[in-house]
């Protein structure tokens, strides 16, 4: 039999007692938190078969895994996947990991679909993320499919409207040198990988107003253009109109504006 001779408050470790025991082979402490104290009603005198001393230890490595484990959750919410990564990291053994998921569980400390719902409201509060986004972001996470969808769902369209209008608006004041047709294709690729639905991306598509007015659009188109005339000036002047022009056409301007530039550009070159 192994015999409890001795419990001692720990001198640094709060709510932690060191127990000493003793059999007719050795003598041995274990640091044991006041939890499992109460709980194994350990007592001075206490007697242990060598199977009830493992057990202690288990049920004391176990309280030590769940109590880290309170401790991160103690800063924010997290996913069941968190908190196993977290204490693998931590060295604790497999077995006791998954038992001290399940009790995190049964106490409903963590909930991998109320914290789906949170981070959604999060998420669609504090940033321009589509809903796409979003559920890989909880995916990534560890959260499963089944349980991140149903919060996915409370992304109204109106709210999904309203953040990608707001990223749609704030694009669109950003570059000069583009034109209003360019402005429009980035801010629909820029929605896309944001995570936006296709309807939703379309409807602000649509409202929303061009940037430039005819004046800016003939800026931006200059700007374009001069670069691409330096670039293609040592080309045949037949071959550097025509490569002008792909570039423009495809930078977004109209043929009419395109063509302005290119009869100014031919006029300069006659007065020299």
């Known amino acids: 039999m192994i015999r409890l001779e001795k ?4 001198p640094k470790k709060k709510d932690v007692y060191t127990l000493e025991f003793v059999s007719e082979w050795k003598r041995e402490c274990l640091d044991v938190h006041e939890d499992v104290l109460v ?41 069941e996947k968190e908190i196993y990564d977290y204490l693998e990291k931590k060295e604790a053994d497999p077995s006791v990991i998954t038992e ?12 991998d679909k109320m914290f789906s719902e949170m981070f959604v409201r999060t998420r669609k509060r504090n940033s321009v993320k589509g809903p796409r986004l979003i559920l890989q972001e909880l995916m990534q996470k560890g959260v499963a499919q089944a349980d991140a969808e149903p919060a996915i769902h409370q992304y109204s369209f109106s709210e999904q409207y309203d953040n990608a209008m707001k990223f749609a608006e704030q694009r669109l004041k950003a570059s000069d040198k583009l034109s209003n047709r360019e402005k429009h294709r980035k801010i629909g690729q820029g929605l896309l990988q944001k995570g936006f639905d296709q309807a939703v991306i379309q409807t602000v598509l649509k409202e929303l107003p061009e940037a430039n007015t005819e004046d800016a659009e003939w800026e931006a188109l200059v700007k374009q253009a001069d670069k691409a005339v330096r670039k293609y000036q040592r080309l045949e002047p037949r071959e550097s109109t025509y490569k002008l022009k792909q570039v423009l056409y495809r ?7 395109i063509q302005r530039y290119i009869d100014q550009l031919d006029q300069q070159e006659e007065d020299l």
């Open 251 to 257: 930078k977004g301007f109209t043929a009419d504006l």
């Open 39 to 79: 709980k194994k009603r350990l007592l001075k005198g206490l007697e242990l078969t060598e199977q009830e001393f493992r057990e202690l230890k288990r049920v004391q490595e176990a309280n030590a895994v769940y109590l880290l484990a309170i401790n991160y959750l103690s800063y924010r919410i997290r996913t």
């Open 7 to 10: 419990i001692t408050a720990h």
């Open 100 to 111: 001290t998921i399940h009790r995190l569980k049964t106490e409903k400390l963590i909930d």
